[in-house]
């Protein structure tokens, strides 16, 4: 799959995410400060599925009606890099097939799916 890790996600997942054979483009270490916009835009038109934690994102895609390719939303209690590890492993090893143009909320506890139609 091909990921767009936004630069709140940190190296350490991006790397992970490249072992596991997924194409990766890490804002945190190719475009840092790259906006909201222009981060989103870029997902969208190089097909690339973001991964964030930033809660702006649904306002863009519910709100605003930004398109996308599929955003994966990490709200997460603990933040280190080893527990979103833990839980992309369980969204991908679970989930794979449903990330592809869905908006999918990632907690601790549960995943949600939404699916945008504009």
Known sequence: MRFLVDECIGPSVARWLREQDHEVFSVYEEARGLSDDALIAKAFGENWILITN?????????????????????RLEDERAANKIAALRRLLDQYAERLPNHFTVVT?????????SL
């Open 54 to 74: 930033d809660k702006d994102f649904g306002e863009k895609v519910y709100r605003e009606q930004r398109l996308h390719k599929g955003i994966v939303l990490l």
């Open 108 to 116: 601790e506890k549960q995943v949600r799916f939404s699916r945008i």
